[in-house]
C-alpha cells in the first residue's frame, strides 16, 4: 500500500499535528478508524523503525480479553511500526484508547526513522505496569496487528518473525490450558 506523503504535508498547513508511532493494533488504519471516529488511512506516512526497543505482550486487556503488546527497552532490539501525523484534535481520542486516564499505557517520547529520515518528538505509548510474562494474544487480535504490519508495508521478515512469535505464544498458551485441565481431572479422579 503507497501512502503519498503530499497528502499529509498538504493538510499540515490547515491544522496542527502531531507525530505517533504505531507497533501494535493501531497500525491497522481501519482499527485506529474505530476509535477515532474517521479515516486515518490519509495520516499514514509509512512504516517506521523504533531501534533500542522489542516488542513483547506484557499487558492484559480486558476490553479485548487478550494480551496486547508493548515496547520494552532493549539496546540490540528494533521495532517496525506504521508513523502517523494525526491532528491535534485526535489526540485526547487517541489517549482515551490507550487507556492513559486508567494507567494502562503512558505517553512515550522517541525518534524513529521513515523513508531515510528522522522524525524527532514522536508520540509512542508504553504500558506502565507490565506482567512479568508475557500472555498469548487472541485470534482477533493477532489478526488486526498482522493486518497493520502488511497493509502499511512493514518488512516481510518482521511480519514473519511478528507472526511466528504471536503463533508462539498462542501454542504455549494452548499447551498450559491443556496441562491444566488435565491436572485437574485427575486432581477430581483421585478425590
Not at 506523503?5 to 478508524?33: I, N, W
Not at 510474562?133 to 516481510?156: I, S
Request: proline share 3%; hydrophobic share 35%.
Amino acid at each position: 500500500m503507497s501512502f503519498p506523503a503530499s497528502q499529509v504535508t498538504q493538510r499540515q498547513h490547515k491544522e496542527a499535528m502531531f507525530y505517533y508511532f504505531a507497533y501494535g493494533s493501531c497500525m491497522c488504519p481501519v482499527d485506529l478508524k474505530r476509535s477515532l471516529g474517521e479515516k486515518t488511512h490519509i495520516y499514514v506516512i509509512g512504516p517506521a523503525q523504533l531501534s533500542g526497543y522489542r516488542l513483547g505482550f506484557y499487558s492484559y486487556s480486558a476490553l479485548r480479553r487478550s494480551g496486547v503488546l508493548d515496547i520494552i527497552k532493549d539496546q540490540s532490539g528494533v521495532v517496525e511500526g506504521v508513523l502517523y501525523q494525526l491532528p491535534w484534535r485526535l489526540s485526547a481520542h487517541l489517549d482515551e484508547r490507550e487507556g492513559v486516564v486508567h494507567n494502562w499505557y503512558r505517553q512515550e517520547t522517541i525518534n524513529v526513522s521513515s523513508r531515510d529520515r528522522v522524525y524527532q518528538n514522536v508520540r509512542t505509548y508504553v504500558v506502565i505496569d507490565k506482567l512479568t510474562e508475557e500472555l498469548a494474544p487472541n485470534d482477533w487480535y493477532f489478526n488486526v496487528v498482522l493486518r497493520g504490519a502488511v497493509t502499511c508495508g512493514l518488512t516481510e521478515q518482521y511480519c514473519w518473525n511478528l507472526f511466528n512469535h504471536m503463533h508462539q505464544l498462542q501454542q504455549n498458551y494452548s499447551h498450559a490450558s491443556t496441562n491444566i485441565a488435565i491436572g485437574i481431572r485427575q486432581l477430581k479422579d483421585r478425590g
